[in-house]
């Protein structure tokens, strides 16, 4: 099974920006898609983005301007861009991956894998 790392959190201040990697152990079948989630201190786990095999894109955030999702599958690393860091993109961000449902394009549940997770805290 394929196994995701995600790297690139820190602390960062406010204004800043910020590039989060997460690299695939291996090739996952297509289609398939993979994102980027969320989670802050006390809040649950909400989606910030995903981008399918086909390079669909998706943003779940209001701010959408402040963040690229891309992916190389050459290289089997999905990237999560974040610009003018605020305070309130504070958390850990998490990898997700998952087989595409073909009618909807959106993520099989149940059968995701996720990272483990990298934090990221923006400073006032």
């Known amino acids: 099974q394929v196994q995701l790392e995600e790297s690139g959190g820190g602390e960062v201040q406010a204004g800043g920006s910020l590039t989060l990697f997460c690299a695939a152990s291996?090739?996952?079948?297509?289609?398939?898609?993979m994102g980027w989630y969320r989670q802050a201190p006390g809040k649950q786990r909400e989606l910030v983005a995903s981008?399918?095999?086909?390079?669909?894109?998706t943003y779940a955030v209001s701010e959408k301007s402040r963040f690229t999702i891309s992916r190389d599958d050459t290289k089997n690393t999905l990237y999560l861009q974040i610009h003018n860091l605020k305070p309130e993109d504070t958390g850990v961000y998490y990898c997700?991956?998952?087989?595409?449902?073909?009618?909807?394009?959106?993520?099989?549940?149940?059968?995701?894998?996720w990272g483990q997770g990298t934090l990221v805290t923006v400073s006032s």
């Open positions: 997700n991956a998952a087989p595409m449902n073909r009618n909807s394009r959106t993520p099989i549940r149940g059968l995701e894998i």
């Open positions: 291996g090739t996952m079948n297509r289609p398939n898609v």
């Open positions: 981008v399918t095999s086909g390079g669909l894109t």
